[in-house]
């Protein structure tokens, strides 16, 4: 199938593989018009100030939370997943919104910074300057919250936005276009351009002041060379491997329902989802059971626990890290060689899996999660760490919890508790190594968005000059003086 020809193409409902829409293939010609419109628009979007987009985006929060129950409807139609959960996800992306809209002006303002004594006659501020149009491409799996958390920001910063949603959720990208352009003040502020991965491409190649990603670290690797040749900053929000780590004092019936809950919700089929867990050898048995338990009333089927694999290839990934674990020597605690039935997986727990496994090594975004023993909390730390990926973590632990988490080489971590960095609008989003780099959400998010320019001005001049021909002898050596006395 040539991404170049098409001019349309299909979403469909991964539970059915039913056809539920037709979408525009957007071509290179289509991406560099939207893009030039949003440059277009990019000044009066800046010129309405802070106040001025607050309100737009309010007003946009306040449609989106009146048609929920329509977005909800729709997200779970294009992913598959059950409605309770897509309800879960658009409640985060609109508290996101909120509080990028809101508070904007308090993380953006202009500061002052002080001159320093032999600049005293200075005056200096720092200024942080959205960046012009921003290039937004978005994933399928939480396709409002995770563009949300580029969009929201970009647009609060004074960033006009060109997003290219996935290919398997463009309708649910083109409803948050429509009903932005509802509040609208003038068009081209956020334009939805719908296509397949050549459009994104076209994106990053168009002239777009920053590209903002968010997928897999492979296409993220794509992105970041293409941008690399413009001069483009980006920000990548890719895959991890998430950990879950068990110490001997935590509360083990909690942590193992949290981490069969963020193994296997949306089908395991979340970035920050829970994939290893090394738990302490002294409570391993306990944690096993208590899962193994829990996990047998767990099942995906269209609106039960979970839905089917939005994206049918990821089932050959799925498959073949289970049968790689199983040829390698790994246990099965539920589910077994025979859990992918397509379109869903069934839930899937192994034992005492090689560390050299694809189930440890790779992402494999699917209702699975692997179990090994450690001997102390170091061992843990040390496996938990010995990955390409750094996005996310959970730790267990009544008493060591703070200590096993500022181990860890992850953008993101919960103590007792799951994913709770997500929702927190206050704090900053993102991974390190093959995760990817730059942050969304929080007032870093916001910055993000913008780039710095230092303003230093003179407030009255000195009766003699450094930064002129004209320097005299008595300026050279009253600066001498001066920093001998200083320092
Ligand atoms: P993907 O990399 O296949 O696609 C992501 C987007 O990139 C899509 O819109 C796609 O059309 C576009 N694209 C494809 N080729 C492109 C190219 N050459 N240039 C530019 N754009 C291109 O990823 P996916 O399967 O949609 O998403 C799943 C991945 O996303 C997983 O790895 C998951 O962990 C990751 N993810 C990360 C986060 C995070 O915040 N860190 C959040 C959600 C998902």
């Given at each position: 199938m040539s991404t170049t020809t098409l001019t349309e193409f299909p979403s469909h409902n991964p539970a059915t593989g039913e056809v539920i829409g037709t979408y525009r293939n957007a071509s290179v010609e289509d991406v560099n018009a939207a893009v030039a419109r949003a440059h277009a628009s990019s000044r009066a979007w800046q010129a309405l100030g802070f106040a001025g987009r607050k309100k737009v985006l309010v007003a946009w929060d306040?449609?989106?939370s009146k048609r929920l129950s329509e977005i909800t409807e729709l997200v779970a139609l294009e992913t598959g997943k059950p409605l309770s959960d897509a309800s879960l996800e658009i409640s985060l992306a609109?508290?996101?919104?909120?509080?990028?809209?809101?508070?904007?002006?308090?993380?953006?303002?202009?500061?002052?910074?002080?001159?320093?004594?032999?600049?005293?006659?200075?005056?200096?501020r720092v200024e942080r300057a959205p960046y012009g149009v921003v290039g937004v491409i978005g994933p399928w799996n939480y396709p409002v919250f995770t563009p949300m958390g580029s969009i929201a920001y970009s647009l609060a910063a004074g960033n006009t936005v060109v997003f290219k949603p996935s290919e398997y959720t463009p309708g649910v990208g083109e409803w948050l276009g429509?009903?932005?352009?509802?509040?609208?003040?003038?068009?081209d502020i956020f334009q939805v351009i719908t296509g397949l991965g050549a459009t994104g491409q076209a994106l990053t190649n168009a002239a777009v002041d920053k590209i903002a990603f968010t997928g897999s670290t492979r296409t993220a690797k794509k992105v970041a060379a293409a941008a690399a040749d413009r001069m483009i900053p980006t920000v990548l929000e890719c895959g991890g491997k998430d950990p879950v780590i068990v110490d001997s004092d935590a509360n083990i019936k909690k942590a193992a329902e949290y981490a069969l809950w963020l193994a296997m919700s949306n089908a395991g089929q979340t970035c920050i989802g829970a994939e290893r867990v090394y738990v302490h050898h002294a409570v391993a048995d306990e944690f096993i059971r208590e899962i193994g338990d829990m996990a047998k009333e767990i099942h995906p089927g269209v609106n039960k626990n979970y839905g089917p694999a939005t994206m049918p290839s990821q089932l050959n990934v799925i498959q073949s890290h289970i049968?790689?674990?199983?040829?390698?020597?790994?246990?099965?605690l539920i589910g077994g060689t025979d859990s992918v039935q397509p379109p869903f997986v069934q839930p899937t727990i192994m034992l005492d899996v090689p560390e050299d496994s694809l189930a440890i090594t790779e992402e494999t975004f699917g209702p699975t999660l692997t179990i090994n023993r450690v001997q102390n909390m170091d061992e843990a730390v040390a496996l938990a760490n010995a990955t390409r990926y750094g996005l996310g973590a959970s730790v267990w632990s009544k008493r060591n919890g703070e200590k096993i988490a500022s181990q860890l080489v992850t953008g993101m971590v919960s103590i007792n508790s799951v994913i709770g960095f997500a929702g927190v609008a206050t704090v900053p989003f993102g991974g390190v190594k093959d995760s990817g780099y730059?942050?969304?959400?929080?007032?870093?998010?916001?910055?993000?968005?913008?780039?710095?320019?230092?303003?230093?001005?003179e407030r009255f001049a000195l009766p003699f000059a450094f930064t002129t021909f004209k320097r005299t002898k008595f300026a050279d050596k009253f600066l001498t003086s001066v920093i001998k006395f200083l320092h």
């Open positions: 306040a449609v989106i609109i508290g996101h919104l909120d509080w990028a809209a809101k508070n904007a002006a308090r993380y953006l303002s202009p500061v002052t910074r002080n001159p320093g004594l032999i600049m005293a006659n200075m005056k200096a429509a009903t932005f352009a509802e509040v609208a003040p003038f068009p049968d790689d674990a199983a040829a390698k020597g790994a246990k099965f730059g942050r969304i959400h929080g007032p870093e998010g916001l910055h993000e968005f913008t780039y710095l320019r230092s303003v230093v001005s």
